[in-house]
């Protein structure tokens, strides 16, 4: 059996037994509820900073107590903060503290035996009108983390202070593919206005010789491709991160066959419109042989189309963001699980559907309309005419 190397995404419970938006294994930046203040750890204790403290001192990531295997029905929780590369600890009172402060205690002085002490182990106590809001209750001391003169301490009474946790350097990619359009398209005017447009090149030979000739046809033009979404949860969230496009469109010439195009980090020239466009050339660049006394006549015929098709597609969901392994070290931008990455959306405000697959990925669902505009098709005829 292959040895994780990541804490796995595993969803995050309460005291109560209801899962959060929280999960194992990846870095939040952890705030005060009430305030929206950074918790953060100056060396010395835990404590209420600034928006303006450095903000790499607020990072902590969750991991369930080993010691559970991952099966407490109401586990407890090691808070790893990122920094410093420990966990969330108390310090019992000593000299003319007024309380028992929390604090920071490294990781290699819990990995004896492979296991950690109870002195790291928190339970999440939930907010009954915030569901990304919740208290702390500590298990060796039997007391719930309290602000107090802006330090983090252990008070015997349950608190009033709350903490939320806001996800921290992710990066979010959708791969839209899995284009569905109309399944018959066998009359094309419904969809499309077609046009033509010629060019016509004529040599005359009126020696009696054959006259060999340079036949130069070089033509470019562009091909443009329009999506738009049709507004919703899943659009309107996407509109702020990268898109991928991976579709198959339709030969409108041979009504049968399908051309692959790809089109990678797309930008958004508005919320719901992506935009590309590509060249396609035409080239020939050849000896032709005009035979006596003839004139020939080369016609090349393009064929233009301007289509839009509504469409149906699935959008696969990647994030990417630092992650804690079991060995304590820390892999940056490794891809989460399907967990982590309904974490992730959830907490950053994203309100559609999605699905998990047999594959294991998150996909969203889309839907809206294609315009494609450009030459499809050129088409040469040659005549040869005799010279009266």
């Known amino acids: 059996m292959q040895k994780k190397e990541f804490f796995p995404n595993i969803t995050v419970q309460t005291s109560k037994g209801f ?53 407490d029905l109401y586990p407890f929780y090691n808070i790893f903060h990122k920094k410093n590369a420990g966990f969330l600890n108390y310090c019992p009172k000593i000299h003319n503290k007024q309380a028992d402060w929390v604090v920071i205690r490294n990781w290699k002085q819990y990995q004896p035996g492979g296991e950690w002490r109870n002195s790291t182990l ?10 990304n809001a919740f208290g702390f209750y500590h298990k060796e001391c039997n007391k719930f983390v309290s602000i107090e003169n802006k330090s983090l301490c252990m008070k015997d009474d349950i608190p009033k202070d709350k903490f939320s946790f806001i996800p921290d350097n992710f990066k979010l990619k959708g791969f839209v593919e899995n284009f569905i359009y109309p399944p018959s398209i066998e009359n094309l005017a419904q969809f499309a206005s077609m046009n033509q447009s010629s060019f016509t090149w004529n040599f005359t030979n009126d020696s009696d010789l054959p006259n060999i000739i340079n036949l130069p046809i070089n033509q470019t033009n562009e091909k443009s491709f329009a999506w738009t979404f049709s507004k919703s949860p899943e659009t309107e969230f996407l509109s702020n991160h990268s898109l991928k496009i991976n579709a198959l469109f339709y030969d409108f010439k041979s009504q049968s066959n399908c051309k692959e195009f790809n089109a990678k980090n797309l930008l958004l020239e508005s919320p719901f419109v992506l935009h590309i466009t590509h060249e396609n050339e035409f080239k020939i660049d050849t000896m032709i042989t005009v035979p006596a006394k003839r004139r020939l006549e080369y016609k090349i015929t393009w064929e233009l189309v301007d289509v839009v098709l509504p469409f149906k597609a699935s959008v696969r969901v990647e994030i990417l963001a630092d992650r804690l392994k ?15 990455m309904l974490s992730v959306l959830a907490l950053k405000g994203f309100k559609g559907n999605t699905i998990i697959n047999d594959q294991k990925e998150v996909m969203m669902f889309i839907n809206g309309t294609i315009n494609i505009k450009g030459i499809y098709h050129g088409n040469i005829e040659r005549k040869e005419i005799p010279l009266e």
Request: negative net charge.
């Open 19 to 71: 899962s959060t938006n929280l999960v194992t294994g990846i870095f939040y930046s952890l705030r005060s509820a009430q305030t929206s203040s950074l918790i953060i750890n100056d060396e010395e204790r835990v404590k209420e900073g600034n928006l303006s403290d450095n903000h790499e001192a607020s990072i902590f990531a969750i991991t369930l107590d080993s010691s559970k295997e991952f099966k």
């Open 122 to 131: 928190f339970r999440f106590l939930p907010d009954g009108e915030n569901q």
């Open 326 to 340: 079991f060995d304590g070290s820390i892999a940056q931008m490794a891809k989460l699980d399907p967990q982590g």
